[in-house]
């Protein structure tokens, strides 16, 4: 069985969530909030103290971004992290800006209203306004991120821009990304998260 | 031909390098500064604005992390990007770090030093001693990042992590970093880059 370390709130946890239940796998989760991210025991299974973390039998892995790209290697290999080269770098183009700008920038404008955390909010709108631009154009012409159906390039970028309302973002100033988050939650299986704009 | 559209002091650009170089691919470079990186032609190549990007015929890939994996994916399929589905996660673990903790520490550091960055200093600071905390660790009971050789994550993780001296860090207080960065400068037909420590 597997296990997840997450929270209910945590884009970064339902990135897991989402994938884990498209795959149609069972998963059993273990509520973990910030101060049992500090714990010894926490710190072993990830010594960067922060959720989610993925543990099957031996296995431990922390990261998003990680956890996909495993999950897609074993369940969904050559479809959702890529049919050819092209595809699996253009998807590791997305798994980057999930890593950095959309966390650095509509996550932390999140979670500084959510759960109080001390950020740069010039920075990060900054940030957030940037990388919205670049994902706004970029679904101009296409439906999904890479190719023509989900991958975890979806998987990875779409919860913070999804639930960027929560950080003061009108997502209605960016249509085709609420549209395509509503494509998402609109795929069958998809686990609800507060805040995710319904299904259209 | 690949064509990698990079500059000589960019650690990001030197990770495709690396690859290239350890590939025996041959590729021409175009030099792309500041200024070039603001033009309509460079935006085309990439909204981001930033290098590297690869041009190989009409495929056209930005993001340093993402060139790793098309190249691992393309030329050591099973290999540079992982044996196993694990595998695959633990190396894709380094790649979100290159992409935000290492990006928005040590190199943030270095670029302020080296190209007048306006950065936040101190948390960029607090950012590098947690992730080279976090490598060292890792580095105590093993020489390379993921299995028992080279992978695309020593390659995107290494540069900013071997360069950390020119953002002010002395790397002889991570000796096993330093070492590691030493391990991967020492494999045949590493390309030279300014201020990498020396092949030991």
Excluded: C
């Excluded at 910030?34 to 993925?54: E, G, K, S």
């Excluded at 890529?82 to 253009?90: D, H, I, V, W």
């Excluded at 920075?123 to 994902?135: E, N, Y």
């Excluded at 494509?183 to 319904?198: Q, S, T, V, Y």
């Amino acid at each position: 069985m597997i296990r997840l370390y997450g929270s209910a709130m945590s884009g970064n946890a339902h990135k897991v969530r989402i994938a884990l239940a498209f795959l149609g796998l069972a998963w059993e989760e273990q509520a973990t909030d910030a101060a049992a991210r500090r714990t010894d025991a926490f710190r072993a299974l990830n010594p960067m103290a922060q959720i989610p973390v993925l543990v099957e039998g031996d296995f431990v892995l922390r990261d998003s971004q990680a956890i996909l790209a495993y999950l897609a290697a074993r369940h969904r290999p050559g479809d959702w992290d890529g049919r050819t080269p092209e595809e699996r770098g253009a998807i590791m183009v997305w798994l980057s800006h999930a890593a950095n700008e959309i966390f650095n920038g509509p996550a932390l404008l999140r979670a500084e209203r959510l759960f109080d955390w001390s950020i740069d909010r010039e920075r990060a709108a900054a940030v957030t306004d940037r990388i919205l631009s670049v994902v706004e154009a970029h679904l101009a012409a296409r439906d999904w991120l890479v190719g023509d159906r989900l991958t975890i390039a979806d998987i990875a970028a779409s919860p913070y821009l999804a639930l960027a309302p929560d950080g003061g973002i009108d997502l209605d100033r960016w249509p085709r990304i609420r549209d395509w988050t509503r494509r998402i939650a609109a795929l069958p299986g998809f686990p609800a998260m507060p805040g995710w704009p319904a299904a259209s």
